[in-house]
Structures are given as C-alpha cells and as structure tokens.
C-alpha cells in the first residue's frame, strides 16, 4: 500500500465534511439569529383621497323639485317643474322619459290641469324622441287611446250642440202651439158667442 498524497488526504478530508454520512464527524450549522423586534411604528398609509360627488345639476334639482311637488299633491307646479327639466335635458332619453311623466300628468282625470291635446303631445314627443326607448310602446298606445278619446269628445260635442239646438226649436215650436191654442180659444170663444145669438 502506497502512500497518499498530501493532496487525496485533504480531498477525503473535504468530502467527509461536506458529505454528513460520510463521516464520524458533525458539523454544526450555526444557528440563525433572531430578528430583534421592531422598534419603529408600522408605516401608516394616508387615508384615501375623499371624493366629492359633482354639485346636482339644474336638471337634476328641477326633477328632484317636480318629483316632491308631484309628492306633495301640487300637480300644476309639478307640470311647471317639469316641463322647464324638459328644456333643460340634453339626452334624448331622459328628455322623453320626462315627456312621458308630463303627457301622464295631463291625463290625469283627477288633474285641475287636465288637458287631453297636451298630453297627445308630450306622449307624442316621448314615443318620437326615444322610439326604441322603454316607454315607447306605451307612450304610442296612449297616443292612440287618446286620438280615439278626442275624436269622441267632438263627437259628444257636436250632438250636444245639435241636441242645444233641437231643444231650442222644440221650445220654439211649443211656444208657437201655445199661441195657437189661445188663438183657437179665442176662435172658439167667439164662435160661441155667435151660436148664442137669434
């Protein structure tokens, strides 16, 4: 057996250390060191930015008035609130969802400002303004009922003119048979007294 060289030795040497089930030896690993504890404060985020709604529109405070007016009872001033929300809208759809609610306050027969031809129009106004829009259909058929209604109420019109006028020549004509029948009294009467004399 020969000798080993200074060289092989300290290469085995290394190998024993480093590979642990190679060798008698242990080796310690040393052993990690604790973390202090922190001393600072944690960091502190700032607040997220509050964000402030935009003011109301002018729009937007007239449908919030017309809306408590409508609430309140007070349908005129309603009417008024909306219609000046109407002139204000820019977008086609909530300009005729507006006309919608003014044509339906129109109809209203419970309404001291109830006006059929007004509220044609503004339903009119909603069916042309958004005629895909969600009311659309509803606003036409009422369009439609109230054509229907108006043309009625003419008709009822002219036949209670023509009825006026029928009771007035009716009277006319008992006023004429009243005279005639005092002058047939009269006519009688004289007749009477003619019989009576030789």
């Known amino acids: 057996m020969g000798r080993t060289s200074p060289r092989a030795a300290y ?7 480093l590979l642990p089930g190679g060798c008698s030896r242990t ?5 990690p060191r604790p973390v202090p504890p922190q001393t600072t404060s944690p960091v502190q985020t700032a607040p997220p930015p509050l964000v402030t709604p935009p003011p109301p ?20 001033g309603a009417l008024l ?8 809208a820019q977008e086609e ?5 507006i006309h919608y609610m003014i044509g339906l306050m129109y109809a209203d027969p419970a309404s001291e400002a109830r006006d ?3 509220s044609r129009s503004e339903l009119l106004s909603a069916a042309i303004e958004a005629p895909e829009g969600p009311r659309a259909t509803e606003a036409r ?9 108006i043309v009625m109420r003419a008709q009822l019109a002219e036949l209670k003119t023509q009825t006026d006028a029928a009771r007035a020549e009716v009277a006319a004509l008992k006023a004429r048979l009243d ?4 002058e047939l009294a009269e006519i009688k009467k004289i007749l009477l007294q003619d019989k009576g004399k030789p």
């Open 57 to 76: 529109s002018e729009l937007d405070l007239a449908m919030e008035a017309a809306t408590k007016a409508r609430a309140a009872g007070d349908r005129v």
């Open 81 to 88: 609130l909306y219609e000046k929300a109407a002139s204000l």
């Open 11 to 17: 290469v085995v040497a290394m190998l024993s250390v």
């Open 179 to 182: 005279e005639k029948e005092k």
């Open 116 to 118: 059929l031809e007004r």
């Open 27 to 31: 080796v310690r690993r040393p052993e």
């Open 141 to 149: 058929v009422f369009v439609s009922l109230l054509d229907d209604l």
């Open 93 to 97: 759809g909530r300009r005729a969802e």
